[in-house]
């Protein structure tokens, strides 16, 4: 397979931070790092995204990525304490197609917890893409870090099932319509390869 372009040399990348797979339709994808030159891509996909994922993503709503956002998503990450992948679809016609990122970031306050978040394009979802992009991501994570702390929806079923693919998970009602998750996570090499695959 050959590495598909995205507004940076291929150089940018080692071979070690590509990861070939399979969608759960059989579409084959690549996953590989969020990189500086992806700013504009970045708030171009977001644009296309629906409001349900747009809210689902922040649990706000949030219409656009601001330039100070973007400096959170794209700027800040450094690939030690804020890890962020992209995958993209290879469709057997036609050109690669971005389908959706994930990343985690250590929370300062506690260095063993992180935060994560997911988000896949609307044309994607139910694809496995999530699925794949988290076990990558997993295994990528901050050095130490043993619990994830977020936030998912109440009305949105699918990151509590991936969660549950991940470790031993708790989840509480926040009291604000939504619901805290806590995640304790296996050693890095303990993440299982056949994870449930519902995003």
């Given at each position: 397979?050959?590495?598909?372009?995205?507004?940076?040399s291929?150089?940018?990348?080692?071979?070690?931070?590509?990861?070939?797979?399979?969608?759960?339709?059989?579409?084959?994808?690549?996953?590989?790092p969020?990189?500086?030159?992806?700013?504009?891509?970045?708030?171009?996909?977001?644009?296309?995204l629906?409001?349900?994922?747009?809210?689902?993503?922040f649990m706000?709503?949030?219409?656009?990525?601001?330039e100070?956002?973007?400096?959170?998503?794209?700027?800040d990450v450094?690939?030690?304490?804020?890890?962020?992948?992209?995958?993209?679809?290879?469709?057997e016609?036609g050109?690669?197609v971005?389908?959706?990122?994930?990343?985690?970031?250590?929370?300062?306050?506690?260095?063993?917890?992180?935060?994560?978040?997911?988000?896949?394009?609307?044309q994607?979802?139910?694809?496995?893409?999530?699925?794949?992009?988290?076990?990558?991501l997993?295994?990528r994570?901050?050095?130490?870090?043993?619990?994830?702390?977020?936030?998912?929806?109440?009305d949105?079923?699918?990151?509590?099932?991936?969660?549950?693919?991940?470790?031993?998970?708790?989840?509480?009602?926040?009291?604000?319509?939504?619901?805290?998750?806590?995640?304790?996570?296996?050693?890095?090499?303990?993440?299982?390869?056949?994870?449930?695959?519902?995003?």
């Amino acid at each position: 397979m050959t590495v598909p372009s995205r507004g940076g040399s291929n150089e940018e990348k080692g071979p070690d931070d590509t990861s070939w797979v399979r969608l759960r339709d059989g579409t084959n994808a690549v996953i590989w790092p969020l990189l500086p030159t992806d700013r504009d891509a970045l708030r171009e996909e977001y644009e296309h995204l629906s409001p349900e994922a747009r809210f689902h993503r922040f649990m706000s709503a949030v219409p656009h990525l601001t330039e100070p956002m973007l400096d959170q998503l794209v700027d800040d990450v450094d690939g030690v304490d804020h890890v962020a992948l992209v995958l993209f679809a290879l469709p057997e016609e036609g050109p690669e197609v971005p389908a959706g990122i994930a990343r985690v970031a250590r929370r300062r306050e506690d260095p063993a917890t992180a935060d994560v978040g997911v988000t896949v394009a609307d044309q994607w979802q139910g694809r496995g893409v999530a699925t794949a992009l988290l076990r990558a991501l997993m295994r990528r994570r901050p050095r130490g870090v043993k619990k994830i702390v977020t936030k998912v929806a109440w009305d949105n079923p699918v990151p509590l099932a991936l969660a549950r693919g991940l470790g031993k998970v708790d989840v509480r009602p926040d009291g604000c319509g939504g619901l805290d998750v806590v995640i304790d996570l296996p050693d890095e090499t303990d993440i299982p390869e056949d994870a449930p695959t519902d995003g």
